[in-house]
């Protein structure tokens, strides 16, 4: 019997499996040693991130001749994605969209409950186990954080196979967004000897970013990074990530002010203040905060390293200053692409295509 046909006694109720310890939960999200769940970034080893930015450079590579992409689509025309997105989303879907067709999975969408039987006062969770009937792998976003979660609970608990993938939960976690940063970092530090040793600066709501929440997880897996939180008082970064860091080791600084620190940075993620949480955030926020001190101005463009990059996972509003997005250090318009081929790796490999990419890379390129 699988793992997966057990249903341990821990899965009695959605709550008490939330309340296990995440290396426990770690253990259901995984089958054959692999990500089933993507559920939250804790998931992801240094060993599967090598893997995946591996898989992600030979599809991107692959999908440049007509023969290649031809290929691509043969690899799972089978199996049908629902992407189930209750938040707004542009390129976190239309990047989903795209790795599906580039692999020829078939998807349709929910994006709006007034159009489905929620309209009617199905539960959500009546919802997701009808969507399950139709799909083979479910991609959804999300206002609460234990909604992936609970959707991969649900399927676990009657007996559906089905991964589910976190685009996006709350202010929580994103960690698939989180997997095309590492991947954008790894191919920029290319020639600058990898990720590793690198400075790396989170700028803006590093209380409610969920890309930094779950990215500064997964850079904790690379030697002698150095992490830096720059935020107002009331959005730095919380407990539950700095804990986590000092847990691995990875030294921190908070920061108040960006302008002082430009020139040791060898990149900055900038972010968006997601005000879309104050009225969640009982107060807790003085908004409107001050972001003048947490924007990249033009001017700061020379007093930058030569080498260093300049990411956003986008959108943007005011936090970057336009003149910086034709810099050829400005990274987020790659950023975007690099989501579409690092999400269409991350596919493969949930449904186990990698060795076939593997052997048709070695032989065709
Ligand atoms: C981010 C998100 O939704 O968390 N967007 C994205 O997926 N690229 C960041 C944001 O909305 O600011």
Redesign the pocket.
């Known amino acids: 019997m699988t793992e997966y046909a057990r249903r341990p006694a821990e899965l009695a109720t959605f709550e008490e499996f939330h309340n296990l310890p995440i290396e426990r939960k770690i253990n259901y999200w995984t089958r054959d040693g692999r990500p089933f769940h993507v559920v939250n970034s804790r998931q992801f080893t240094r060993g599967i991130l090598e893997d995946l930015i591996d898989l992600t450079n030979k599809i991107r590579r692959i999908a440049k001749a007509k023969t290649g992409v031809e290929f691509l689509h043969s690899l799972l025309p089978h199996k049908r994605a629902m992407l189930f997105f209750k938040?707004p989303?542009t390129?976190?879907f239309l990047s989903f969209v795209s790795a599906c067709d580039f692999l020829g999975i078939s998807w349709a969408e929910v994006r709006d409950s007034g159009v489905s039987s929620e309209a009617k006062g199905e539960t959500e969770d009546d919802s997701v186990r009808v969507f399950s009937s139709f799909f083979d792998v479910m991609i959804m976003?999300h206002p609460d954080s234990s909604s992936a979660e609970r959707v991969a609970y649900i399927f676990d608990r009657i007996g559906r196979p089905i991964p589910v993938i976190n685009?996006?939960a709350g202010p929580d976690e994103?960690p698939t967004?989180a997997l095309l940063d590492v991947y954008t970092l790894d191919r920029s530090f290319e020639r600058q000897g990898g990720i590793e040793g690198k400075k790396i600066c989170f700028v803006g709501d590093c209380k409610r970013?969920?890309?930094v929440r779950s990215l500064a997880r997964l850079l904790a897996l690379y030697e002698g990074v150095e992490l830096f939180f720059c935020a107002p008082k009331s959005l730095q970064v919380l407990p539950d990530v700095t804990d986590y860091l000092h847990t691995k080791n990875v030294k921190f600084t908070l920061l108040s002010e960006l302008e002082p620190h430009l020139g040791e940075m060898d990149a900055f993620y900038m972010?968006?203040i997601?005000d879309e949480w104050d009225a969640k955030d009982r107060g807790n926020v003085n908004t409107p905060v001050d972001i003048g001190p947490y924007i990249f101005r033009e001017r700061f463009l020379p007093m930058i390293k030569f080498g260093a990059i300049i990411m956003h996972?986008?959108?943007k509003r005011n936090e970057i200053e336009p003149a910086v997005d034709n810099d050829r250090r400005a990274m987020y318009w790659r950023q975007v692409r690099n989501?579409m081929w690092a999400r269409s790796a991350l596919l493969a490999y949930i449904f186990q295509r990698d060795d076939e990419i593997k052997r048709y890379f070695n032989k065709n390129t």
Do not use: D, F, K, N
């Open positions: 938040q989303s390129r976190t976003r685009g996006g994103h967004q970013g969920r890309t972010t968006r997601q996972p986008l959108p989501g």
